[in-house]
């Protein structure tokens, strides 16, 4: 399986002032499967898409991740994001059929849409809980299913002579 589509909706730099429209997110790029590479200047969106993606999927990596007032887009006070899974064995599907819907281009291949959303309320980030499904708001996914989703994130390399050379 792979992370086939990444949408966000005022998530950092990513966003606009108004109610969030679904049918418009403030960002939306496919990947595909196999290597994909984000290159980009320096604050042009590259670390905040990473950054979604591992708070969705809540990846196994070093730092802690956690939602803070900085991360909705200026003005705002509610973000979504939402990553479409593709690829996925029967063996793989198998793990998360109540939440399975079917791609549209391949109905005989089943997709897996996460769906994380947070708001500040009283001027705390309050954030969801992930949740899956093909409906507007999904329904919740349970740990064990979490678990299947988990991927080790490794951290960009920003001074690659530095970070690579041996050390004690």
Not at 72 to 100: D, P, Q
Request: net charge negative; hydrophobic share 40%.
């Amino acid at each position: 399986m792979y992370l086939s589509n990444i949408k966000l909706w005022n998530f950092r730099k990513f966003g606009s002032l108004g109610n969030i429209d679904l049918e418009n997110p403030n960002l939306g790029l496919s990947f595909t499967p196999g290597l994909n590479v984000l290159i980009g200047e320096n604050d042009s969106g590259k670390t905040a898409i990473l950054e979604a993606i591992k708070l969705v999927l809540k990846t196994h990596a070093y730092e802690r991740l956690f939602l803070e007032r900085e991360d909705f887009f200026v003005g705002s006070n509610e973000l979504r994001i939402e990553l479409i899974i593709k690829g996925m064995s029967v063996s793989e599907a198998s793990h998360f059929t109540e939440w399975l819907g079917w791609d549209k281009d391949h109905p005989d291949h089943p997709i897996l849409r996460l769906i994380y959303t947070a708001r500040i309320i009283d001027d705390h980030v309050i954030p969801m809980d992930v949740r899956a499904g093909m409906d507007v708001s999904g329904s919740p996914l349970d740990g064990q299913a979490r678990e299947y989703l988990k991927l080790t994130f490794l951290k960009p390399l920003r001074d690659a002579e530095n970070e690579l050379t041996a050390k004690k």
